[in-house]
T-cell receptor
């Protein structure tokens, strides 16, 4: 059972454009929603994270929007750059303890983002 | 500060063998988690250790096991390897098991190929 659904699977954006990746979750017990960025040959690196008590969080060019009632959250990358080309994963966990509840962090399937110069 | 170190980077094993992967967390980090990454299933949680105790375990068969030492270093073991165990195994560390204030830092993984 996939508890976090991520879309699109792949995305091509022109340099300077806005990249938008969406995730939907099913488990209402989730209360921590991070986004990870992964380059080929590297492990995932935390980009930005949000808790459900806020609807938006911004760090530099990266913004998470969170809709608790719809059980959806999204990542917006403003002024996308070729260096942003990577695979992005959304994730969720059921409590504030690292590794989540019994299932640790539940990841989406990933979005392969390509920023064209 | 050195990141999470995983050794070896690549492994090739034969079906039926067993394998041990090693992880050294970031200095000062006491929590270590393991994830399996495959093209089909994505990233899946294996287990988490804190202060040498397994706190959580994912939905994997008993062939997958791990342990954590007093210096927070961790190992995971897979016995009786199957072709489907071919994957990138990622270790992640954090200061404590508190996720939001203590995010996970991943290593670059061990690529295991089972033939």
């Amino acid at each position: 059972q996939q508890q976090v659904k991520q879309s699109p699977q792949s995305l091509i954006v022109q340099k300077g454009g806005i990249s938008i990746i969406n995730c939907a979750y099913e488990n209402t017990a989730f209360d921590y929603f991070p986004w990870y960025q992964q380059f080929p040959g590297k492990g995932p690196a935390l980009l930005i994270a949000i808790r459900p008590d806020v609807s938006e969080k911004k760090e530099g060019r990266f913004t998470i929007s969170f809709n608790k009632s719809a059980k959806q959250f999204s990542l917006h990358i403003m002024d996308s750059q070729p260096g942003d080309s990577a695979t992005y994963f959304c994730a969720a966990s059921a409590d504030v303890y690292s590794g989540g509840g019994a299932d640790g962090l539940t990841f989406g399937k990933g979005t392969h983002l390509i920023i064209q110069p | 500060k050195a990141g999470v170190t995983q050794t070896p980077r690549y492994l090739i094993k034969t079906r039926g063998q067993q394998v041990t992967l090693s992880c050294s967390p970031i200095s000062g980090h006491r929590s270590v988690s393991w994830y399996q990454q495959t093209p089909g299933q994505g990233l899946q949680f294996l287990f988490e250790y804190f202060s040498e105790t397994q706190r959580n375990k994912g939905n994997f068969p008993g062939r997958f096991s791990g342990r954590q030492f007093s210096n927070s270093r961790s190992e995971m073991n897979v016995s009786t390897l199957e072709l489907g165990d071919s994957a990138l195994y990622l270790c992640a560390s954090s200061l404590s098991p508190e996720t939001y204030n203590s995010p996970l830092h991943f290593g670059n993984g061990t690529r295991l190929t089972v033939t």
